[in-house]
C-alpha cells in the first residue's frame, strides 16, 4: 500500500518503521493480515503488540490456559500464548502479568494466595524466570513446572476468543498516509506538494496533532455493501471531493472504513474522483467505477 515512487523515499522508509509496520501488525486489520496471508519466511520476529489484547475466555472448558493472553507469532502467523503469570484474586478477578509487566504489579496479590490461585506458562525459559521473579513478589509454589497439553476446547473446528484494540494517532497517520500516497500516485507528486496539502502532510509526519483528519466511518466505500454484508476482502481505497474539499476513504480487507480529509478547500471546483481495489491474496489491482454513494460500483480489471 506505500507507493514510494509518488513521493519521497527517504520519508517513506522512515515513516514505514514507525507507521506501517504498527498498522500492519497492531490493529484490528492487522489481525486479519495474520489470518488471510501466507507468513513469509526468515529470521525469528520479535514483534510485540501492545495496542491489541487477544484474551482466551475464562471458561473452565479452556483449563491451565483460561483467561490466558495470546499473540501473533509473525513466522508462523499463528496465535500463541505469551509467557505470563495468572493470579485470582479474592474476589475470582483474573490478572495477566508478563515479564515486563510483574515489576509493577502488587505483592498483596501474590502472598498467602490458595493452591491453584496463582499460575505460570509459556515457554521452558520464560517460565523459569517469570517463576522466580513471582517468588520474589512473596509467591509460594509446591509443586515443579510440568507440560501440560492444550485443552480439549482448542481443537474445536472454531474458537472464539476475546479481543479488545486501541485505535491510537499512529493508527490514524498510517490511515492518512495510505490515502495521501494513493493521491499522490493517481494526481502525479507535484500534485500534493501544494501547500493547500501541507496539514495532512504534517499530521502524517506527526508534526502536529490532528485527529479529526482521519475519522472513523460506519459507511462502506461500496455503493451496494452495507456493515453487515461485504462482498470481498481486498483493500479500497478512493478520494473524491465533497464540497470545496477533497476526501480519501481507506478500508483495509475491507473491514472499518476511514475518511480522511486530504484537504478542507481546494478553491476551485472541478471534478476530481478515483478508486481501486487492491486484492492483497492474488496481487491483482481493479479499478473502482462510479465512484459515487448513488452508484453501485463494480470491478475493471486493469
Not at 50 to 79: N, Q
Not at 136 to 149: V, Y
Request: with cysteine; hydrophobic share 40%.
Amino acid at each position: 500500500m506505500v507507493l514510494i515512487e509518488a513521493v519521497c523515499i527517504d520519508c517513506n522508509q522512515e515513516l514505514g518503521k514507525e507507521l506501517d509496520e504498527i498498522l500492519a501488525r497492531d490493529s484490528f486489520e492487522g489481525l486479519i493480515r495474520a489470518e488471510k496471508l501466507r507468513p513469509r519466511r526468515g529470521k525469528k520476529d520479535r514483534f510485540r503488540a501492545r495496542r491489541i489484547l487477544i484474551r482466551v475466555p475464562d471458561e473452565a472448558t479452556f483449563g491451565h490456559f483460561r483467561g490466558a493472553r495470546m499473540a501473533v507469532d509473525w513466522k508462523t502467523r499463528k496465535l500463541r500464548p505469551l509467557d505470563q503469570i495468572l493470579v485470582r484474586d479474592e474476589s475470582g478477578k483474573l490478572y495477566s502479568f508478563t515479564e515486563s509487566e510483574i515489576a509493577e504489579a502488587d505483592e498483596k496479590l501474590f502472598r498467602d494466595r490458595p493452591p491453584g490461585s496463582i499460575q505460570v506458562i509459556g515457554t521452558p525459559a520464560g517460565v523459569k524466570t517469570l517463576q522466580q521473579l513471582v517468588i520474589l513478589k512473596g509467591a509460594r509454589f509446591t509443586e515443579e513446572p510440568t507440560e501440560i497439553e492444550p485443552p480439549p476446547a482448542a481443537s474445536e473446528p472454531a474458537v472464539f476468543l476475546e479481543t479488545e484494540g486501541t485505535i491510537d494517532n499512529n493508527i490514524w497517520r498510517g490511515i492518512a498516509k495510505i490515502a495521501f500516497n494513493y493521491l499522490a500516485q493517481i494526481q502525479g507528486a507535484g500534485y500534493v506538494l501544494d501547500n493547500k496539502f501541507d496539514r495532512i502532510r504534517e499530521f502524517i509526519e506527526g508534526k502536529v496533532e490532528g485527529r479529526a483528519l482521519v475519522r472513523f466511518s460506519r459507511q462502506p466505500i461500496l455503493a451496494h455493501e452495507t456493515p453487515g454484508l461485504k462482498t470481498n476482502e481486498m483493500h479500497l481505497v478512493i478520494f473524491e471531493r465533497e464540497g470545496r474539499g477533497l476526501k480519501g476513504r481507506v478500508s483495509l480487507f475491507n473491514s472499518f472504513t476511514y475518511d480522511v480529509i486530504l484537504c478542507p478547500d481546494l478553491g476551485l471546483i472541478y471534478s476530481l474522483k478515483s478508486g481501486h481495489a487492491f486484492d492483497p491474496v492474488n496481487k491483482q489491482v481493479h479499478k473502482l467505477t462510479g465512484i459515487s454513494r448513488r452508484l453501485k460500483l463494480g470491478f475493471l480489471g486493469r
